[in-house]
């Protein structure tokens, strides 16, 4: 019989901080596809491949870190979860939180979500809170609210979301065979930068894989506090999942960059814009702008000479594209032609 794939936890639980019997709140996440990209790699030299996380069952690679860290709250007993959310951290908690019967508190910046994220958080039931304020000052707020009230919180400071959100690098070994030489992901709270590093220092610990690959991060340059060296007050950047100015995992994301031998770098909101187009356009992947980033960031790495010739490079695409298409069609001109029902015309119309 073919494999059902049974959620990351069934499906990694040697290697989760949990045991057969526990109660797995799951919606089927991980699993997603590594898109080999041929016209990319031509470009930069090297053999490219594309973690597409978008297709979790909510959106994002948040799911995985969800399913972890909702098991962990079922356990322990609790009814009420709260998370501050950039958009996806809400989706993938409002989402979890259905499916476990809990109830689930999202406090978001005002007016910068995504319409999709939001949509995603209110028909899951979420009650929302909009805070006068950017992603930083929501997730001081949680944290404050969580040691002071009987709520769960659910952002990524809470271990279990990185016990989860590792599996994405075992299913890259697994899916590749061995490590990559290089892995690239966009850079924001940094919780996913720690737990890629984690899952792959764990499989290369476990004998799973033969080594551990340079972690090459990219920021916005608006929202990055990495590469600048210091919190940055207000960051800016039409990547709203990444736009974050004083990263939670900060020393995780430091020991990642260091001990891999990599590197954080920004790009800027235009290199964004255009790497997912190229994407879409060249790969046939649509992701939402923060997941645009990597690539960005490897086209301006190839463009400096720093992409090692022949190696192989993974990268993963955080988002769905479906989240936020109002940025991904601004400035696009989308003038329909109409016809009438008649198959001349539309030889005609298409010009053939
Ligand atoms: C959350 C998120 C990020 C940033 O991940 P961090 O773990 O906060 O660094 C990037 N892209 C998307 C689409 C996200 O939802």
């Not at 190229?278 to 960031?297: T, Y």
Request: charged share 20%.
């Amino acid at each position: 019989m073919a494999h059902v794939w049974g959620g990351i936890i069934r499906e990694y639980l040697d290697h989760m901080p949990f045991a057969e019997g526990d109660p797995i709140v799951t919606l089927g996440e991980g699993g997603t596809p590594l898109v080999h990209a041929p016209t990319l790699s031509s470009t930069v030299g090297a053999e490219v491949f594309i973690k597409v996380e978008g297709m979790n069952p909510s959106g994002s690679f948040k799911d995985r870190g969800m399913t972890s860290a909702m098991t962990q709250v079922v356990k322990d007993g609790d009814h009420t979860v709260v998370c501050a959310s950039t958009g996806n951290t809400s989706a993938s908690a409002a989402a979890y939180a259905a499916h476990a019967g809990l109830t689930c508190v999202v406090m978001l910046p005002v007016g910068k979500i995504a319409a999709g994220k939001m949509a995603q958080a209110i028909v899951h039931g979420a009650k929302l809170v909009q805070v006068d304020g950017n992603f930083d000052e929501c997730l001081d707020i949680v944290r404050d609210l969580s040691e002071r009230y009987p709520v769960a919180l659910v952002n990524s400071v809470n271990p279990y979301r990185l016990q989860g959100q590792k599996s994405a690098a075992f299913e890259i070994v697994d899916q590749l065979g061995d490590a990559p030489d290089i892995h690239m992901l966009p850079v924001g709270n940094a919780g996913n930068i720690s737990a890629y590093w984690m899952g792959f220092k764990e499989y290369a610990d476990a004998g799973l894989a033969t080594r551990r690959p340079r972690i090459w991060g990219v920021q916005a340059e608006g929202a990055a506090p990495f590469v600048r060296g210091h919190p940055i007050k207000d960051p800016e950047t039409v990547a709203t999942a990444i736009r974050i100015g004083n990263p939670a995992s900060w020393d995780l994301a430091i020991a990642a960059r260091d001990e891999s031998g990599g590197w954080i770098r920004a790009v800027s909101d235009a290199e964004i814009l255009a790497a997912q187009a190229l994407l879409a356009g060249d790969v046939g992947i649509f992701v939402e702008p923060a997941s645009a980033a990597p690539i960005a960031g490897l086209l301006a790495a190839a463009a400096k000479g720093d992409v090692p010739r022949g190696a192989t490079i993974t990268c993963t695409v955080t988002g769905n594209g479906l989240k936020d298409t109002a940025t991904a069609l601004a400035g696009r001109e989308i003038e329909p032609v109409v016809i009438p029902v008649d198959v001349e015309a539309a030889a005609a119309a298409l010009g053939l």
